[in-house]
């Protein structure tokens, strides 16, 4: 799981070099390590986990899975932070744009992620691909979503994560 985590982060840094990240394959073990063995990786990027425009040393790999959105960063000296956001806690999504970077912000039940510091290129990419993530999810909630459907987008979230948005 970590080689495929990593793949998908290394492969986002590549298509948009402006996002500041650093240590991303200590991150993504800590990622690794939480993936269940029923889940399945469509889509991994990296980012600041916090809203100060000042720091720039917490960052966080952030991973979605077919299941939830788990965010990882490994400590310096030892330990790790891990958090997860499951579909029935996602309230909203917000994006921001500055002169350099940009924002992008996941309003949940307990708590609001502000992930900082990423490629004003690569906001589009990143609100297409949590948006029908969500949006997929909520509806499977309700029954709405047929295997047909759910499958299709499993292929196009994935397929965003290795060439990038078109």
């Given at each position: 799981?970590?080689k495929t985590?990593?793949?998908?982060?290394k492969?986002?840094?590549?298509?948009y070099?402006?996002?500041?990240?650093?240590?991303l394959?200590a991150?993504c073990k800590?990622?690794?390590?939480?993936?269940?063995?029923d889940?399945?990786?469509l889509?991994?990027?990296a980012?600041?986990k916090?809203?100060?425009?000042?720091?720039?040393?917490?960052?966080?790999?952030?991973?979605?899975?077919?299941?939830?959105?788990?965010?990882?960063?490994?400590?310096?000296?030892?330990g790790?932070?891990?958090?997860?956001?499951?579909?029935?806690?996602?309230?909203?999504?917000?994006?921001?744009?500055?002169?350099?970077?940009?924002?992008?912000?996941?309003?949940?039940?307990?708590?609001?992620?502000t992930?900082?510091?990423?490629s004003?290129?690569?906001?589009?990419?990143?609100?297409?691909?949590?948006?029908k993530?969500?949006?997929?999810?909520?509806?499977?909630?309700?029954?709405?979503?047929?295997?047909?459907?759910?499958?299709?987008?499993?292929?196009?979230?994935?397929?965003?994560?290795?060439?990038?948005?078109?």
């Open positions: 799981m970590l985590i990593y793949n998908k982060v492969d986002f840094k590549k298509r070099p402006m996002t500041i990240s650093w240590r394959k991150h800590v990622a690794a390590e939480h993936v269940n063995d889940e399945e990786v889509y991994a990027f980012a600041q916090l809203p100060s425009v000042f720091n720039i040393t917490s960052t966080y790999v952030i991973v979605i899975t077919d299941k939830r959105i788990l965010l990882a960063q490994k400590r310096l000296i030892f790790y932070f891990y958090y997860t956001i499951t579909p029935d806690m996602f309230n909203d999504l917000t994006i921001k744009m500055g002169l350099f970077w940009g924002k992008v912000v996941i309003d949940t039940v307990k708590e609001t992620v992930l900082t510091f990423i004003k290129a690569a906001l589009r990419e990143i609100e297409t691909v949590i948006s993530y969500m949006m997929q999810e909520k509806r499977q909630y309700e029954s709405e979503l047929t295997d047909e459907e759910h499958n299709r987008l499993k292929a196009e979230l994935k397929n965003i994560s290795k060439n990038g948005e078109n």
